[in-house]
């Protein structure tokens, strides 16, 4: 049975593909993923080249939304994956869609995190699996939307 990561495993991944993205290190497929969305963020770059800095507590960087670095980037990578494999059904093309909209798919990402995490607030406040049609439903609407 696998162990999920914890969040130290996770924050000292991220914060190791950083380290090997800035020192022009080769990377894994995964790794390269994550750098290219860490290139869109460098308000993140003073968390994640902090490995060993308290993991609760997260700082984080002067951003509007005070963002959490570590869940950001993470649904920007749960988003590319949906993406790259269509799952639910239909999310690449409604992120391609949004994207082609917003003129920038880091955009249509931002805007689907929306739906994700609604999605996923939904499921645990009710005590039932994602709901993958209300999740795509509301990208699409994002897709469409004057």
Request: proline share 9%; charged share 25%.
């Amino acid at each position: 049975m696998l162990i999920p990561p914890s969040r130290t495993d996770v924050r000292r991944y991220f914060c190791e593909v950083y380290a090997k993205w800035r020192n022009g290190d080769p990377l894994e497929p995964m790794e390269a993923l994550l750098s290219a969305w860490m290139r869109e963020h460098p308000e993140y770059n003073a968390v994640l080249s902090q490995p060993d800095a308290p993991v609760d507590g997260v700082p984080h960087p002067d951003h509007a939304d005070n963002t959490n670095p570590f869940l950001h980037l993470s649904m920007h990578l749960a988003l590319s994956e949906q993406c790259s494999i269509d799952q639910p059904k239909g999310i690449r093309e409604a992120v391609e869609v949004l994207a082609a909209r917003k003129d920038s798919l880091h955009d249509a990402h931002h805007a689907t995190m929306d739906c994700l995490a609604d999605m996923i607030a939904t499921s645990q406040s009710l005590g039932q699996p994602p709901d993958g049609d209300s999740y795509l439903a509301c990208v699409r609407h994002k897709a469409t939307q004057r």
